[in-house]
């Protein structure tokens, strides 16, 4: 930087500005040429520029000596070979995904987003409708392949009691939201900068995920959202409804997000399909996953099963563990 | 920027990411999980092919900025959440946000009595006792030689807000190592560090 821009009002730095920031080589050349003849004169001046400059180095000195420890090194490289599984995994599933990767803004103004929040936009839009229906059951068909093929983590006690617990909360409270009633009450938040504010505010959220998740697109309608409380979860939970279409039908779908309790074995990168028939939810297909801090489980019926399509918004490879 | 090569450079800067997340944590354990949420959010699905190295053509940016700025980023979020300090931090950027960089000038001191190895010890304690703002500035600075229009992009401050912490965190420093009189003594600044104060009382 040059001396000038160290003072965004127009006036010149101090001396002793300049002093520090000739010690830090940020003069430019004018100001240098201009300290250096002050500097002839002053032998006093030129040691503080040294002073400076020892500090420096010292502090570096202090300062700089701390290294990642092994373990640390290594749990990082997990998480890179998790997120390189992860895009080998969404390069697996293009047709929904690639929608899932392109900005907030890419994916049209927010009239449109509005409009498509309307279930009357899907009964208008047959042809986008077919496409869409094509797209998620191109989506579909790898998840159900991918499924077929997945392996499965083994649980102790402790972790299959808590799967137990945490497959029926979410599995009864999807189905309670059948109920207008129970939805009214318990998914009060409508307006999309409502909750993410709440999800930045109380859950603390990756910003992207939020949107990706409440942005109604054909296809997929952002219905509601409230506060919830996920068995094991330290903090805040919340539950977010979707409705989605698959195929001629459309389907609720909910996800919920809290804080990771880390009573599942869950590995970063990869997303889990829940044994809802070990927990006697057979009817119901849970989807798990953690980035670390927040835990996400999306739960539809299997008849109609919307999860592939939530994957893709959110950018998020297919099951490839069953847990 | 492909994966291999992202992948290779975000790891190249894991001990400057932990440095950072250690200065800022004052805790090994806290500083790791930090570090952990910071190469989690860094290679979410999406941001390999949106992250621009600008480093090469002299702007800020880089692969060592962009995980400081999230090291920053995800710490004072942290901090915010858990209410540790709201205030404190709060109050620091309101007071510091168009402030200039102070005029006093860096001490004088006489080089050839000095003799830094001796003063490192006591460096490290005056650096731990810094506020958490003028730590990270001074480590960016100190050890990975930042410059100032870096660091602010890092922060999201004004360049003048950087050279204000800066000149603050070493003039504490400074201040420390002068005012303890046997280090003083050792580093034989005692009468240069009077005679500047005179020089200053005196302009």
Same mark, same amino acid.
């Given at each position: 930087?040059? &001396?000038?821009?160290?003072?965004? @009002? *127009?006036? +010149?730095?101090?001396?002793?500005?300049?002093?520090?920031?000739?010690? @830090?080589?940020?003069? &430019?050349?004018? +100001?240098?040429?201009?300290?250096?003849?002050?500097?002839?004169?002053?032998?006093?001046? #030129?040691?503080?520029?040294?002073? +400076?400059?020892?500090?420096?180095?010292?502090? *570096?000195? !202090?300062? *700089? &000596? !701390? #290294?990642?420890?092994?373990?640390?090194?290594?749990? !990082? *490289?997990?998480?890179?070979?998790?997120?390189? +599984?992860?895009?080998? &995994?969404?390069?697996?599933?293009?047709?929904?995904? /690639?929608?899932? /990767?392109?900005s907030h803004e890419d994916r049209g103004p927010a009239r449109l987003a509005s409009h498509t929040r309307q279930r009357s936009f899907w009964t208008r839009r047959h042809a986008m409708g077919a496409l869409v229906a094509a797209a998620v059951l191109v989506v579909a068909s790898v998840f159900i392949v991918r499924m077929a093929s997945i392996t499965r983590v083994p649980l102790n006690a402790a972790q299959e009691s808590y799967r137990a617990e945490l497959v029926h909360h979410v599995a009864n409270e999807h189905r309670r939201m059948e109920d207008p009633e129970a939805r009214d009450q318990k998914l009060v938040m409508h307006d999309p900068e409502e909750v993410e504010r709440f999800f930045d505010e109380v859950i603390d959220a990756p910003e992207g995920d939020v949107k990706d998740l409440i942005e109604s697109t054909a296809g997929c309608a952002f219905s509601g959202a409230g506060n919830c409380h996920v068995p094991g979860a330290t903090g805040a939970s919340a539950h977010i409804q979707l409705d989605v279409k698959v195929g001629a039908a459309v389907t609720p779908v909910s996800v919920f997000v809290c804080a990771d309790p880390g009573e599942l074995p869950l590995q970063v990168g990869t997303t889990y399909v829940i044994d809802t028939e070990a927990c006697g939810e057979g009817k119901t297909r849970v989807l798990a996953w953690t980035d670390g801090r927040l835990l996400y489980v999306v739960v539809s019926g299997t008849v109609h099963d919307a999860c592939p399509s939530i994957l893709a918004r959110l950018g998020r490879p297919s099951p490839s563990r069953r847990l | 920027m492909d994966r291999d090569q992202f992948e290779k450079l975000a790891l190249e800067h894991l001990d400057a990411v932990y440095r950072m997340a250690v200065h800022l944590t004052r805790d090994p354990g806290e500083a790791e999980d930090l570090v952990q949420e910071v190469y989690a959010r860094a290679f979410r699905p999406g941001t390999i092919e949106r992250f621009e190295d600008r480093s090469e053509d002299g702007e800020s940016g880089g692969m060592r900025s962009w995980l400081f700025a999230i090291t920053h980023n995800v710490f004072y979020t942290r901090l915010k959440r858990e209410k540790r300090q709201p205030t404190a931090v709060d109050g620091f950027y309101a007071e510091e946000g168009t402030e200039r960089a102070p005029d006093e000038p860096p001490p004088v001191f006489d080089r050839s009595g000095l003799d830094w190895e001796h003063v490192d010890s006591r460096l490290k304690r005056a650096i731990d006792d810094l506020r958490d703002e003028y730590r990270e500035v001074l480590m960016m600075w100190g050890v990975d030689g930042l410059k100032y229009r870096e660091i602010a992009a890092i922060l999201d401050v004004p360049i003048g807000t950087v050279m204000s912490r800066l000149h603050r965190a070493r003039k504490t420093l400074a201040d420390k190592l002068l005012e303890d009189t046997e280090a003083a003594g050792e580093l034989g600044v005692t009468g240069l560090a009077r005679r500047s104060e005179e020089k200053e009382r005196t302009a």
């Open positions: 930087m040059s &001396g000038h821009e160290a003072r965004q @009002d *127009g006036t +010149e730095p101090s001396l002793a500005a300049r002093l520090r920031m000739a010690a @830090d080589s940020e003069l &430019g050349e004018p +100001e240098r040429e201009a300290l250096e003849s002050h500097l002839a004169r002053s032998l006093e001046d #030129r040691a503080r520029i040294q002073f +400076e400059r020892e500090l420096r180095d010292s502090v *570096g000195r !202090v300062m *700089g &000596g !701390v #290294r990642a420890p092994e373990s640390l090194r290594a749990r !990082v *490289g997990e998480i890179i070979a998790a997120s390189r +599984e992860d895009a080998a &995994g969404r390069a697996e599933t293009p047709v929904v995904s /690639h929608q899932a /990767h392109q | -």
